[in-house]
Nanobody, 120 residues
Framework: QVQLVESGGGLVQPGGSLRLSCAAS????????MSWYRQAPGKERELVAA????????NYGDSVKGRFTISRDNAKNTVYLQMNSLKPEDTAVYYC?????????????WGQGTQVTVSS
């Protein structure tokens, strides 16, 4: 069974930092594009960051560019999101996503989410 388990969320003051982790199991981790999405109450889910299987390039949403860093450790089947200079508008549930599309087979998995609250 494929599982994605997020951890590291919590309450942080504006300007603070937090590191999220997503541990994957039940899949060949190195094949998957790993991403972080977030969703605030009443808003649509949005892409935060993505990192391809090779890990050499990354993609970020405009609102977090320059503040967040995504990375992965294929040996540990884990993807990370380092969040710096946090703002109240970063408050959301953060979700880990794993996706691998190969010969028409779309493998797409989601974690349960972890709450990040930025408030003074």
């Amino acid at each position: 069974q494929v599982q994605l388990v997020e951890s590291g969320g919590g309450l942080v003051q504006p300007g603070g930092s937090l590191r999220l982790s997503c541990a994957a199991s039940g899949l060949t981790f190195s094949r998957y594009i790993m991403s972080w999405y977030r969703q605030a109450p009443g808003k649509e889910r949005e892409l935060v960051a993505a990192i391809p299987s090779g890990g050499s390039t990354t993609n970020y949403g405009d609102s977090v560019k320059g503040r967040f860093t995504i990375s992965r450790d294929n040996a540990k089947n884990t993807v990370y999101l380092q969040m710096n200079s946090l703002k109240p508008e970063d408050t959301a549930v953060y979700y880990c996503n794993a996706r691998w599309v190969f010969f028409g087979n779309d493998n797409n998995y989601w974690g349960q989410g972890t709450q990040v609250t930025v408030s003074s």
